[in-house]
């Protein structure tokens, strides 16, 4: 069974990180007077929250640093009911879901030079979520990568398979 949940994976916990998640950003929106409508999904292992709207460019910022802090505000608001550390994802108006898309070609490019040239390739340095997407592509092209350097320089570098 293909949609059969991975083994050791609480869909029950990670819905209720995703209600807990929803409530607390529904909060968020009316005290800053947006409006947005929210949807909660359960990916993989952990808890999705989607936030989709006309006017939500603000709470993204500029290359996403208002998205990364309100990410983990959220999370402390799941921590604080769960007593448990969330992984939850949190996306604004599409951003990351954009911002996946070119991550993935970065990761695919870099392979790319890898395979050309068989050196190692370094990247900018990269928030987690970004550096976890190149790794997907890396390893999708059939490479190796990993993540070095410290936050925020935190960078991936694209390795030889061998």
């Known amino acids: 069974m293909a949609d059969a949940p991975e083994v050791g994976i609480d869909i029950e916990a990670l819905e209720n990180e995703g209600d807990i998640a929803a409530d607390y950003i529904e ?20 808890a999705m929250v989607s936030v989709v709207g006309s006017t939500l460019e603000e709470l993204v910022g ?11 505000l959220t999370r402390l608001a ?14 604004i108006g599409g951003y990351r879901e954009g ?17 050309e040239s068989g050196e190692s390739y370094s990247l900018e340095p990269m928030t987690p979520f970004e550096r976890k997407v ?6 999708a ?9 410290e936050e925020p320089n935190r960078y991936v570098v694209a390795r030889p398979a061998d």
Request: glycine share 10%.
């Open 99 to 115: 911002r996946r898309k070119v991550l993935f070609q970065i990761g695919t490019d870099a392979a790319n030079k890898v395979k």
């Open 62 to 72: 500029e290359e996403g640093e208002v998205l990364e802090a309100l990410q983990e």
């Open 134 to 139: 190149v790794h997907d592509a890396v390893a």
């Open 141 to 149: 092209a059939g490479l190796r990568s990993e993540s070095e350097g």
């Open 27 to 46: 909060g968020l929106l009316d005290i800053a007077d947006f409006d947005g409508d929210i949807d909660m999904d359960v990916e993989g292992d952990r």
């Open 78 to 91: 799941v921590h604080r009911a769960t007593g448990e550390r969330s992984r939850l994802m949190l996306d």
